[in-house]
């Protein structure tokens, strides 16, 4: 395994592995229980949005969970300007504090509580904690006879000139769009080749609630379960 690159809630990361377990892997991510805002009670809505518009922006506020199944979470405005996600109080943690909720005018009023429970992202993407995609590395072989002028048919912009010759630059940009391939067939000749490797390059975002390590662990956990219950049922 080699990292590539790592920030806050994004990592990137190469490793040999076969593309269906990376794909199950990828999949799992929605069978991890998220805290999300499921119930909300509007007991004053002077703001020009909908109840129900409302709700559904709570709905989607990333929150770290707290003890206990549940949190409860209060919000009392009132007067001029933007609402923000970070007014809510509880026992949760807000993710994202900056997050705008509504907008109310001088003398106006907002007032709601909120119940989060867990869920799952196969129920609803509010529960989800971020994704995982995935994409194949391949080895390009250019012949030495290979023209300059492949260089502007790549999108990626992974080829060069070195010398008189044609090189890669980076392998790991290639999306396999096989443009430079093409390229070479119009030309009567196969002067370049693209072929699979074993390795992938896999990315993980977070949306906050969860460290991308946790995401990607917890995936393979949830895996795990599912497969040691297939495997009791085949006995």
């Known amino acids: ?16 592995m076969n593309g269906s ?10 069978q991890i229980p998220i805290l999300a805002i499921e119930d909300v009670e509007i007991s004053k809505n002077d703001s020009p949005l909908y109840d129900e518009t409302i709700a559904h922006r709570l709905g989607l506020i990333p929150l770290k969970a707290g003890k206990g199944k549940e949190a409860k979470l209060n919000l009392k405005a009132r007067g ?49 904690p971020g994704f995982i ?7 390009i072989n250019i012949d030495k ?6 260089i502007n048919k790549c999108p990626k912009k992974i080829l060069r000139v070195e010398g008189k010759e044609v090189v890669v630059k980076n392998e790991e940009e290639c999306d396999i769009c096989e443009a430079c391939v093409k390229f070479c067939r ?3 000749k196969n002067l370049i080749s693209i072929n699979p490797t074993k390795n992938i390059r896999i990315t993980v975002e977070s949306f906050g609630q969860l460290s991308v390590d946790d995401i990607f662990k917890k995936a393979i956990d949830a895996l795990k379960q599912d497969l040691l219950v297939v495997a009791k049922k085949i006995k």
């Open 1 to 16: 395994m080699r990292l590539i690159n790592k920030k806050d809630n994004q990592i990137e990361f190469q490793t040999e």
């Open 80 to 128: 001029k300007g933007i609402i923000l996600a970070k007014e809510l109080e509880g026992n949760a943690e807000v993710v994202y504090g900056e997050t705008p909720i509504t907008f109310l005018k001088k003398g106006e009023e907002l007032n709601i509580v909120a119940t989060a429970k867990f869920g799952k992202g196969v129920e609803h993407s509010k529960f989800s």
């Open 133 to 139: 995609f995935y994409r194949d590395l391949v080895k």
């Open 186 to 188: 119009k030309k009567g």
């Open 145 to 150: 006879n290979c023209p300059t002028e492949i």
């Open 21 to 30: 377990l990376a794909n199950a892997i990828r999949r799992f991510v929605n």
